[in-house]
C-alpha cells in the first residue's frame, strides 16, 4: 500500500538549516517527488520538484538517493517568515497521488 | 498573469443537498486537479482532468464528481451531501497531464450543517 510519511513537526531558530525527509515506498517509475509550503488560509505553493540525486533553486534544495525511497527537502538559513507547513507529494504505481501529512516548521528568533 | 481562481470562497450547505464548485485555471494549464483538505486526513487527492477528461481519481466515493471544459475551466459537484464532507476544496492548475508542479487556488470552504 502507498503511503508517504513525513514528521509531524520541527523547530529551527533563524538562520539555521532546516532538513525535512519524507518516506515514499513504491513511488511509480516516471514521477518526480514534489514540495509544497502552505502558509493558513491560503493553497499549496509550489517549492521545489525532483527526479533523482539533486535539485536546487533559490529556495531550497532536495536531494533524492539512487532508489528513491525518500527525499530531504533543505531549506537553508531559515526566517521567521518561513513558518509554515510543508508537504511533499508522490505519485505511485497504482496511478494514485499521495500527500504526506505535513511537516510544521516553526522558526524561532 | 492571473492565478488560480476558484469560487465561491465559502459556503454554507445543508446535509443531503449538493454542491458545485468552480475552479478557473492559470491560462494555458490544460490540467486541473481537485484536493480535499481536512484536519484529520490532511490533503487527499480527489480527481485530476486534463483536455476535458478525468485522468485519474482518488478514494472518494461516487457523490464526489467533476468535470472540466473546452476552455479548461473545471467544476467540482458533491451530491448528498453528509457532514463530513466539512472541508476545504482546492483546486490546481498546471501545464500538462501528471505535472506535480501546480499552482494551487486559495479553496472554497465547505460547511455542511
Known amino acids: 500500500l502507498a503511503k508517504t510519511t513525513q514528521p509531524i513537526s520541527m523547530d529551527s531558530y533563524e538562520g539555521q538549516e532546516v532538513n525535512i525527509t519524507c518516506s515514499h515506498n513504491?513511488?511509480?517509475?516516471?514521477?518526480?517527488i514534489t514540495w509544497y509550503q502552505q502558509f493558513p488560509s491560503q493553497g499549496p505553493r509550489f517549492i521545489i520538484q525532483?527526479?533523482?540525486t539533486k535539485v536546487t533553486n533559490e529556495v531550497a534544495s532536495l536531494f533524492i538517493p539512487a532508489d528513491r525511497k525518500s527525499s530531504t527537502l533543505s531549506l537553508p538559513r531559515v526566517s521567521l517568515s518561513d513558518t509554515a507547513v510543508y508537504y511533499c507529494?508522490?505519485?505511485?504505481?497504482?496511478?494514485?497521488?499521495?500527500f504526506g501529512a505535513g511537516t510544521t516548521v516553526t522558526v524561532r528568533a | 498573469k492571473a492565478g488560480v481562481t476558484q469560487t465561491p470562497r465559502y459556503l454554507i450547505k445543508t446535509r443531503g443537498q449538493q454542491v458545485t464548485l468552480s475552479c478557473s485555471p492559470i491560462?494555458?494549464?490544460?490540467?486541473v486537479s481537485w484536493y480535499q483538505q481536512t484536519p484529520g486526513q490532511g490533503l487527499q487527492f480527489l480527481f485530476e482532468?486534463?483536455?476535458?477528461?478525468?485522468?485519474n481519481k482518488g478514494n472518494f466515493p461516487g457523490r464526489f464528481s467533476g468535470r472540466q471544459f473546452s476552455n479548461s475551466r473545471s467544476e467540482m459537484n458533491v451530491s448528498t451531501l453528509e457532514l463530513g464532507d466539512s472541508a476545504l476544496y482546492l483546486c490546481?492548475?498546471?501545464?500538462?497531464?501528471?505535472?506535480?508542479?501546480?499552482?494551487f487556488g486559495q479553496g472554497t470552504r465547505l460547511t455542511v450543517v
Open positions: 490546481a492548475s498546471s501545464l500538462e497531464f501528471r505535472d506535480f508542479e501546480a499552482f
Open positions: 513504491n513511488i511509480a517509475t516516471n514521477d518526480y
Open positions: 525532483g527526479y533523482k
Open positions: 507529494l508522490v505519485g505511485y504505481n497504482d496511478y494514485k497521488l499521495s
Open positions: 491560462s494555458g494549464h490544460r490540467s
Open positions: 482532468y486534463f483536455s476535458e477528461t478525468q485522468r
